[in-house]
């Protein structure tokens, strides 16, 4: 089983940057990916970005050039650095592990933040 806590959410002005943390905790040796979510109200949950264990990483068309993810594998923590902040940026932003292993079984998931909030002002 994987926890994922989700933190640095908050209110931005146009503009202004913020960046967001999530930790992973559990009973896993490895997770194949980590990535950030984000829904607004009334809307589906979307990709942001996402990076394997070995670095790659996807972005929306949203965010490109303006996000950045990484990643901290010794530490079981992913990272979103959000520059150049949007309005339509504004929504719920969660965290999400899959590719989940254990010693016991094959690599499952996805798994889950309780989400953070990130509101930006124009």
């Known amino acids: 089983q994987v926890q994922l806590v989700e933190s640095g959410g908050g209110l931005v002005q146009a503009g202004g940057s913020l960046r967001l943390s999530c930790v992973a905790s559990?009973?896993?040796?490895?997770?194949?990916?980590m990535g950030w979510y984000r829904q607004s109200p009334g809307k589906q949950r979307d990709l942001v970005a996402r990076v394997t264990s070995g670095g790659s990483t996807n972005y929306a068309d949203s965010v490109q050039g303006r996000f950045t993810i990484s990643r901290d594998n010794a530490k079981n923590t992913v990272y979103l650095q959000m520059n150049s902040l949007k309005p339509e940026d504004t929504a719920v932003y969660y965290c999400?592990?899959?590719?989940?292993?254990?010693?016991?079984?094959?690599?499952?998931?996805?798994?889950w933040g309780q989400g953070t909030q990130v509101t930006v002002s124009s």
């Open positions: 999400n592990a899959d590719g989940v292993r254990t010693i016991y079984t094959g690599p499952s998931g996805p798994y």
């Open positions: 559990g009973s896993f040796f490895s997770i194949n990916v």
